[in-house]
């Protein structure tokens, strides 16, 4: 089965189950079922099994999976299995708050650059960073040759830098404002707004 | 059709139908089609028009969507028809973030009361709140009776303090921590992990 062919809901699974894995390698296990990493994150043994079935055989019948090495394959197949630059742009409250943030080292990725266009912020140290300016977005991408970018600015303004981003090669966009981004057939992007994930629960509540 | 029935995915989708929706009525729009919205959200209008079906007869043949009324519904489905009290744990960087974060008015939520356990932010200003002691949650939530928290302390206390929470009446959790939360049966999490998110989108990288 060639990548194309799985679904993008199967692949968006994977990342939680890295994670459960890890906390599990953290805790010091060497090995789990099926069983109990769904316990972990909520999903049935049966989906897990199937999931994974789609890259190849990695559990053997009886003796489970072992977590370093189902850790190596899923590093791997989301190709976290090195460590990918990423640039910010946008450093309100919420760039500030990722610039700063420690949990993107050993999962993959790792801020290298971090961009605002208001000019009493360029020049601002936040964390080991110097703000750069948003003018600069496109030379500091192709020179640096970044593929990833998280979008921390104001909804009226997510499209145009996102466009910006587009043009000088970024390919995933990780996107906070609270807005639906037009990209090109070959941009990927994923939506972090509080909001739509407080709505999606209000729904089941009494 | 009972609400047990709508596919969890569907409701998922509603509230980025929802925010598009605010967004063209912002631009002065009155009416809109499946095919403008699926172009505005990267969904089809096919898929649009099925999820819509779940709820009632929301459009007329050849005329579209009345974008006020449809907001109407969708609001009222997702139950945020009314303002709902959040509470935020976890003071660090994301949780000074969203506490100060200015997109909850009028999408259904306000952040009520915001707590951290570090005798250091305790009695802290941040924004128009002052930072309560972790340790009065229970008493704090059961009292202003509030059923959403997000959650935006450490992985390794996320767990404990969800306990809590679900403890005090919490119904429905935001989850920042990157570690999945086990809850009992009627209560709701959704997660907000940068990382799951961007490794997401590794997969299809070259």
């Known amino acids: 089965m060639t990548k194309r062919e799985t679904p993008d809901i199967i692949i968006g699974r994977l990342p939680v189950y890295l994670r459960a894995l890890r906390h599990m390698e953290a805790q010091g296990k060497g090995t789990t079922s099926s069983q109990e990493l769904g316990e972990q994150v909520g999903i049935s043994a049966a989906q897990i099994r199937k999931d994974l079935s789609q890259f190849g055989e990695f559990g053997k019948q009886g003796t489970g999976y072992s977590i370093a090495f189902l850790i190596g394959k899923l590093r791997e197949i989301l190709k976290v299995d090195r460590v990918w630059d990423v640039v910010v742009v946008g450093m309100g409250d919420m760039g500030h708050a990722i610039a700063r943030y420690q949990g993107f080292a050993d999962r993959g990725f790792r801020i290298s650059q971090v961009f605002d266009s208001d000019p009493?912020?360029?020049?601002?140290?936040?964390?080991?960073?110097?703000?750069?300016?948003?003018?600069?977005?496109?030379?500091?991408?192709?020179?640096?040759?970044?593929?990833?970018?998280?979008?921390?600015?104001?909804?009226?303004?997510?499209?145009?830098?996102?466009?910006?981003?587009?043009?000088?090669?970024?390919?995933?966009?990780?996107?906070?404002?609270?807005?639906?981004?037009?990209?090109?057939?070959?941009?990927?992007?994923?939506?972090?707004?509080?909001?739509?994930?407080?709505?999606?629960?209000?729904?089941?509540?009494?």
């Open 120 to 206: 009493a912020k360029i020049g601002e140290r936040i964390g080991s960073f110097v703000v750069q300016d948003t003018r600069e977005l496109g030379t500091a991408i192709r020179k640096a040759d970044v593929r990833i970018a998280m979008l921390c600015v104001p909804a009226a303004a997510a499209q145009q830098v996102a466009n910006q981003l587009v043009e000088a090669g970024v390919r995933a966009i990780l996107n906070y404002a609270p807005i639906n981004l037009n990209v090109p057939k070959g941009v990927w992007v994923q939506y972090l707004d509080p909001t739509v994930g407080l709505q999606r629960m209000t729904y089941y509540l009494e």
